[in-house]
């Protein structure tokens, strides 16, 4: 698994950007594949998420996780659930001791925030739809409802598509630009003509700066073309391959 710095040094916050290395799933989705809707065997699925779980040193029914959609929807959450029983939401906050807030991913950002002095902490699943739509700035202000503070969060981008592997149409960089006409520092054009690289990542941290998050960490990965590593959407698409893994990104508040 995979942590950063800035969060490592916040008091009583364990974090952790699981990578596919290790688990019990076979085939396409070898390795720790945590994602219940991704086809895989679900006794499987649910012995993999039992071993992140360990690795985080809590009990494998302290997870939860959701239904995510591409949307800004952010679930303020006090209790586990069953997953099968999970709500649509793409981001989760809490300010609950070892409730270990997880979000899955394939290509997408996972976002993780904490604010320790406050004890509230959130995880958010950011693609491009929802990074546009403001999930990252839902969940500031959720976690502003519970206590935190926007200035002393720190924020840690996981393991994402990047920019040298995110080719986008032409017509994709029009919204972004239509919100901010400085946005355009995250396209380049690729080697394909009429088309682009974009950086989510990069737009990520600048978005999280301009509303007051400025301790921003991110990872230096690319869950397309680490394929040993990471699982991949748009990898497995290219090769043809309908199903794919998550991997799984938590946080957890400790006593």
């Known amino acids: 698994m995979i942590t950063v710095s800035t969060l490592n040094e916040v008091s009583r916050v364990r974090h952790a950007f699981f990578t596919r290395s290790g688990g019990s799933s076979e085939g396409v989705y070898a390795g720790l594949n945590c994602g219940f809707g991704s086809g895989d065997d679900p006794v499987r699925v649910a012995s993999n998420r039992a071993v992140a779980m360990a690795r985080l040193e809590q009990g494998p029914n302290a997870l939860v996780t959701v239904r995510q959609e591409h949307t800004n929807t952010v679930l303020v959450?006090?209790?586990?659930?069953?997953?099968?029983?999970?709500?649509?939401?793409?981001?989760?906050?809490?300010?609950?001791?070892?409730?270990?807030?997880?979000?899955?991913?394939?290509?997408?950002?996972?976002?993780?925030?904490?604010?320790?002095?406050?004890r509230v902490v959130a995880a958010v699943h950011a693609g491009w739809r929802g990074a546009l739509a403001g999930v990252v700035d839902a969940a500031i202000v959720a976690m502003e409802g519970l206590g935190a503070k926007?200035?002393?969060?720190?924020?840690?981008?996981?393991?994402?598509?990047?920019?040298?592997?995110?080719?986008?149409?032409?017509?994709?960089?029009?919204p972004f630009l239509t919100e901010d006409a400085d946005n355009a520092e995250f396209f380049r054009e690729s080697p394909r003509a009429g088309r682009y690289l974009f950086d989510l990542p990069g737009y990520l941290?600048?978005?999280?700066?301009?509303?007051?998050?400025?301790?921003?960490?991110?990872?230096?990965?690319?869950?397309?073309?680490?394929?040993?590593?990471?699982?991949?959407?748009?990898?497995?698409?290219?090769?043809?391959?309908?199903?794919?893994?998550?991997?799984l990104s938590a946080i957890v508040l400790e006593p």
């Open 77 to 118: 959450v006090d209790k586990p659930f069953p997953h099968d029983q999970a709500p649509v939401a793409d981001a989760l906050v809490t300010k609950r001791v070892n409730l270990v807030l997880g979000v899955l991913t394939a290509d997408c950002a996972p976002v993780l925030l904490a604010d320790g002095r406050g």
């Open 150 to 174: 926007r200035a002393r969060i720190v924020a840690a981008i996981g393991p994402s598509i990047s920019r040298r592997s995110y080719e986008v149409g032409p017509e994709f960089p029009a």
């Open 205 to 247: 941290a600048r978005r999280l700066a301009r509303i007051g998050v400025s301790d921003v960490a991110t990872t230096p990965c690319d869950t397309c073309i680490e394929a040993d590593r990471f699982y991949s959407y748009r990898r497995s698409v290219m090769a043809g391959d309908a199903a794919y893994g998550r991997q």
